[in-house]
C-alpha cells in the first residue's frame, strides 16, 4: 500500500475523532467546520441530482453530457496571502464529493495558464460518462492564481510563489486536502486516486509522477505542453521564417507568409500523402493510422520546370520541409522535434495546421524575419523549474502506478514527436520498453488536434484504461475511440510501437475488425 494511502487513512481517523462518523459523513453543511491549517472552506453546496452545469462564461457550450447524479461540492482556497502589487493569490480549489461514491478519488488537469476553477466534472477522456457520473470524487484547482485577461494570462508569473504553485506546487497540495475532506466526508479513505488531464493538464500529469511519485495511483498525460518555450520558437519562429525566407514579398519587400501556400498546393499536397500513407494501414479511410512507418517526401510534388497547378513550387517544397523538419542550431543539434505529416496539417481556422499558417498565431502576428538565430533563442527557451524532464520514476512505478501518454498526431502546438521523444528516454532509462511498457504506455491518436478535434477520432476513454490497469492489473491492449469526424466509425488506438492494422475483411468502420500490430 502506498504513503498516500497510509496518509488518507490516518487522515479518516483523526477527522473521525474530531467530527465523529454520524456528524460528518454524508453531510454536506458540515464539511464546512473541516479545519485543515492554511485552507480556508469557502462554501459547501448540495447539488441535486440532474443539475445543470452553467456555462463557464458566456458564448461557452454548456454541459451537455449525460445526467449528473446529486453531489456536494466543496469550494475552497489554500494558503490565501497577498502577492506582488497586492494582488490577491491562493491555491482555489472545488471537489464534488458524489451521493453514491465509487470509493475513488479523480483530479482533472488545467489548461492554458490556468486561472479558473473548472467545474469538478472529470469531462475528458472518460468516456460517455464523466467521472463523476461513474462516482469518483472528483476535484480541480486555478493552481494558485486567478486569470485576469482569459485562458492564456501568464501575468501571475510575477509573483514568484504564485509561478512555483502553477509549475509544480498546486496539484499536489490540492490533492492532499482533497483526500482528507474525502475521508472525512465519507468516513473512508479513497482506494485508488487518478490524474487525467491534457495540454498544461498533461504537463501537470507529467511533473505529478516526477515530482510527487506517490499522490497518484495512476495519471493520463495527454498532448501535454511539456516544453512550451521551445515549441513556440519551433511553431511562432522557426517555421514561420521557414516559409518568409520562400514567400511572396509585398510593396514594402516584406514576406507574405500567408500566400507562400496556395489552396491548390495544400490540395495537391495532401492528396499526395493521402496516397503514400493512409492505405499503409490496410484501408484507404481518410486516417493515417501508422504514422511513423509514413514514408511520404514533398519531394515528389516539386515543378521540376515552370510551375503549373500539378506541381508546387520547389522553393515553396523546401520551405514546407524545412519548418516541419523543426529548429536546429549553428551545430545541427536538434532543439525541438519536427511534426508529423498528417491529415490536420491543412485545416484553416483560429488554430491553422502547420500547413495553412496565416499572419498571426494565438499570441500575435508571426513573425516577417526571414532569419533566426537558433543558438541565441535556445538559451532563453527553456525552464527546467517548469518542464518535467526527469525519467527517474523509479519510485512512481515501485509502487505500482501507472502513467498512460496520448499525442494527437495534428497538434499544431506541440510536437507529439516531443512527447514520443520523452517516452523513448523514460523506456531508455528504465530498462528499455518491454519493462516501461509494464507501468507505462503512449498513444499516438491519427488526425487528432490539440487535445480533439481534426480529421480524427478523438473521444476514447482513458480513465477506464488506466483505472482497470491500476486496480486489475490489466494492461491496456487497446482503446476503442469514435468521433464525430467519422460518424459510425471506431477505431483501436494502439500503445506505441503498434497501430491499427485492418484484418482484410470485415465492415472497415467496425473497431473489431482492426488488430494492433507493429509496422514493418
Known amino acids: 500500500m502506498i504513503q498516500t494511502k497510509h496518509f488518507a487513512i490516518l487522515a479518516a481517523i483523526l477527522f473521525s475523532a474530531s467530527f465523529g462518523h454520524s456528524q460528518l459523513a454524508g453531510s454536506c453543511d458540515a464539511v464546512a467546520g473541516i479545519k485543515i491549517p492554511g485552507v480556508e472552506i469557502a462554501k459547501t453546496t448540495a447539488v441535486a441530482a440532474g443539475f445543470t452545469i452553467p456555462p463557464a462564461f458566456p458564448g461557452a457550450p454548456a454541459y451537455a453530457g449525460p445526467p449528473l447524479p446529486a453531489y456536494c461540492r466543496v469550494d475552497g482556497m489554500i494558503n490565501r496571502r497577498k502577492g506582488v502589487g497586492g494582488a490577491e493569490f491562493g491555491i482555489g480549489f472545488a471537489i464534488a ?152 514579398r509585398d510593396a514594402a519587400g516584406k514576406p507574405e507568409t500567408d500566400k507562400l501556400i496556395t489552396d491548390n498546393d495544400r490540395k495537391l499536397f495532401m492528396d499526395a500523402l493521402l496516397k503514400q500513407c493512409d492505405a499503409k494501414d490496410g484501408i484507404a479511410d481518410g486516417m493515417i493510422s501508422d504514422p511513423m512507418g509514413c514514408d511520404f517526401d514533398p519531394a515528389v510534388l516539386a515543378c521540376k520546370g515552370a510551375p503549373d497547378d500539378k506541381c508546387i513550387p520547389a ?59 537558433v543558438d541565441k533563442l535556445e538559451e532563453k527557451a527553456s525552464d527546467p523549474l517548469v518542464e518535467p524532464a526527469l525519467t527517474n520514476l523509479s519510485t512512481f512505478s515501485g509502487d505500482g502506478s ?96 503498434k497501430h491499427a492494422q485492418y484484418k482484410g475483411s470485415g465492415d472497415p468502420q467496425d473497431a473489431k475488425n482492426f488488430a494492433c500490430q507493429s509496422s514493418n
Not at 491529415?343 to 499572419?359: D, F, S, W
Open 97 to 248: 464529493l458524489p451521493e453514491n461514491w465509487n470509493g475513488d478519488f479523480m483530479m482533472q488537469g488545467g489548461g492554458g495558464g490556468n486561472g479558473v476553477i473548472a467545474p469538478p466534472l472529470g469531462l475528458s477522456y472518460a468516456g460517455e460518462k464523466p467521472a463523476l457520473a461513474r462516482g469518483f470524487a472528483v476535484a480541480s484547482t486555478d493552481t494558485g492564481h486567478k486569470a485576469k485577461t482569459g485562458p492564456f494570462d501568464f501575468s501571475f508569473m510575477r509573483d514568484q510563489q504564485a509561478y512555483l504553485d502553477f509549475a509544480y506546487r498546486a496539484n499536489a497540495k490540492v490533492a492532499g486536502v482533497a483526500k482528507q475532506i474525502i475521508a472525512a466526508y465519507y468516513s473512508k479513505a479513497a482506494a485508488y486516486s487518478f490524474f487525467v488531464g491534457c495540454s498544461t493538464g498533461g504537463r501537470e500529469g507529467m511533473i505529478l509522477s516526477q515530482r510527487f511519485p506517490t499522490v497518484f495511483n495512476g495519471i493520463v498525460s495527454g498532448d501535454p505542453a511539456m516544453r512550451t518555450g521551445l515549441s513556440n520558437l519551433a511553431i511562432a519562429q522557426w517555421v514561420p521564417v521557414a516559409y518568409n525566407q520562400a514567400a511572396p
Open 402 to 497: 501507472k502513467l498512460i501518454f496520448f499525442h494527437g498526431d495534428s497538434d499544431p502546438w506541440f510536437s507529439p514527436l516531443d512527447t514520443l521523444g520523452y517516452y523513448k528516454s523514460l523506456a531508455e532509462a528504465n530498462g528499455g520498453f518491454d519493462k516501461v511498457a509494464q507501468w507505462s504506455q503512449i498513444y499516438l491518436v491519427p488526425g487528432m488536434r490539440h487535445c480533439g478535434g481534426g480529421q480524427a477520432l478523438d473521444q476514447f476513454d482513458m480513465l477506464s484504461a488506466i483505472v482497470n490497469w491500476v486496480e486489475k492489473g490489466t494492461a491496456p491492449e487497446e482503446v476503442i475511440a469514435t468521433g464525430r469526424a467519422f460518424p459510425g466509425r471506431s477505431r483501436p488506438l494502439c500503445p506505441y510501437p
Open 315 to 373: 522553393a515553396t517544397v523546401a520551405a514546407i520541409k524545412k519548418a516541419f523538419a523543426g529548429p536546429v542550431d549553428s551545430r545541427g543539434y536538434q532543439v525541438y522535434p519536427g511534426f508529423l505529416y498528417d491529415t490536420g496539417i491543412a485545416e484553416k481556422g483560429p488554430v491553422p495546421g502547420l500547413l495553412a499558417l496565416g499572419t498571426r498565431g494565438i499570441f500575435g502576428p508571426y513573425t516577417t524575419a526571414t532569419t533566426l538565430d
